[in-house]
């Protein structure tokens, strides 16, 4: 273990999980290099934050005049940035997501979203859907259940929660129509016998489940919900923290579904690294919430909220080059499919693309062996991928935006010879 890995695992706490030990130097782009000067592609994007690639300049450059004029105001005094990264988010959600506030963390921005949403309906029940995952803390801990890990030595978590099936159509061995009438029909028995409608203050979806197994929703399943809240006064609650900021190639996941949020938790990729997230309602909802009910030190701070002015202005121009990306990746992965029996299901939105690897495709039995296989071969040969679902099978593959078409190409090119090579493997 080098020196710095001992520093490291002497000081910090072990329950962070780091994917490599990679002694980062610098980044710039899509490439980071470590402290030798070898060097890597990050198709993990810091975990599904630096859509615009590490330290775009003309982010670094909103930060650094932020940083040279005002550093902090912790809701003290009122400041530029923060109106104007607010407006942005107006221009580029739906109209009817009009005001909204910031916080710190994808997590934060999901509690607080809840909490509108319970205040201002005076409802403390919450629905959330299996496989989901919305952060960390105490609050959100309890919405997630991509994986039962995440919540294990933390029971009990909070009351009012009730889970039930997000459709996973491949896993199900179903067509998507079915898995959508499956959930369904869950979410109806779930009002008959556990809980009525009129207890529940939101419904809580991604509408692509990332960490889960990235599993965009069917359209119908989100129309249908949409129906169930209108009927039901329940706010309709997206967290679109993963699938926000042009990883789906719109600005958001939602604009690929005509079923519109009443509320919408923003994060990761809002400011391409610098710590920020937000979330948004009408005006009539989070006007009605009052003043002091929730707060924050740290949300909104004045150079994240620049950084972020910055991301969304530059981001406009790259939409169309990420759509061309997703259409060639699709391609490739689906000609992958042809000719690797591994791959069991390519599915997604945009650049954010799931590739499902299993045993064999009769039984879908998930293998996260052959992931790990491949990533070892992608991060020997300077590539950095990440996987997603509870059994770690699913190549979680999100280059950043601004990926060229030659190095998509390469990247790609890693997968498929990963691929080969597992298969020829004599297992
Ligand atoms: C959909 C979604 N919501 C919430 C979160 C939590 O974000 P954070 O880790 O910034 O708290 C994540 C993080 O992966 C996420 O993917």
Redesign the pocket.
């Known amino acids: 273990m080098s020196d710095f890995l001992s520093r490291h695992n002497d000081v910090l706490a072990p329950v962070l999980a780091f994917d490599t030990d990679i002694h980062a130097a610098k980044a710039e782009g899509i490439w980071i290099t470590d402290v030798d000067g070898k060097r890597w592609a990050d198709f993990a994007c810091g975990?599904?934050v630096t859509n615009l690639g590490h330290n775009h300049p003309a982010v670094l450059e909103a930060a650094h005049r932020q940083l040279g004029s005002l550093v902090h105001s912790g809701c003290i005094v009122r400041y530029d940035s923060i109106v104007e990264a607010a407006e942005r988010l107006r221009a580029i959600t739906p109209p009817g997501i009009e005001k909204f506030s910031f916080a710190n963390?994808?997590?934060?921005a999901?509690e607080a979203a809840v909490k509108l949403a319970k205040h201002t309906t005076g409802r403390q029940g919450v629905i959330a859907f299996r496989g989901a995952?919305?952060?960390?803390t105490m609050g959100?801990v309890t919405y997630t259940t991509s994986n039962a890990k995440y919540r294990d030595g933390y029971h009990p978590v909070l009351g009012s929660v009730f889970v039930t099936p997000y459709p996973h159509p491949y896993r199900w061995g179903m067509t998507e129509d079915e898995a959508t009438d499956l959930s369904l029909n869950e979410l109806r028995m779930m009002f008959k016998h556990v809980v009525t409608p009129k207890n529940i203050a939101c419904i809580l979806i991604?509408p692509v489940q990332?960490?889960g197994g990235y599993y965009p929703a069917p359209a119908r399943f989100l129309d249908a919900l949409r129906e169930m809240a209108d009927e039901h006064g329940i706010k309709l609650l997206y967290?679109e923290?993963?699938s926000g900021f042009g990883r789906t190639a719109e600005w958001f996941a939602l604009d690929h579904y005509d079923a519109k949020p009443d509320i919408m938790a923003m994060?990761?990729g809002i400011a391409n690294g610098l710590p920020l997230?937000a979330y948004g309602s009408s005006r009539e909802t989070i006007d009605a919430w009052p003043r002091g009910a929730h707060g924050t030190t740290y949300g909104g701070n004045p150079v994240s909220t620049a950084a972020s002015v910055a991301v969304i202005d530059t981001m406009e121009g790259l939409l169309p080059h990420a759509r061309e990306l997703s259409k060639r990746a699709f391609e490739r992965f689906s000609e992958m499919a042809d000719s690797h029996p591994t791959i069991g299901d390519v599915r997604g939105l945009g650049l954010m693309i799931g590739v499902e690897l299993v045993t064999d495709r009769e039984s879908r039995t998930p293998d996260a062996k052959a992931f790990s296989h491949v990533e070892k071969h992608a991060f020997d040969r300077e590539l950095i991928i990440i996987n997603c679902g509870p059994d770690a099978n699913v190549i979680r593959f999100i280059p950043p935006l601004i990926t060229t078409r030659e190095e998509l190409d390469w990247s790609l090119d890693l997968v498929d010879e990963g691929l080969t090579s597992w298969e020829s493997q004599d297992r």
Request: proline residues 0%; negative net charge.
């Open positions: 975990t599904a963390s994808g997590a934060e999901v995952f919305h952060g960390r959100s991604e990332g960490e967290d923290v993963q994060g990761k997230s």
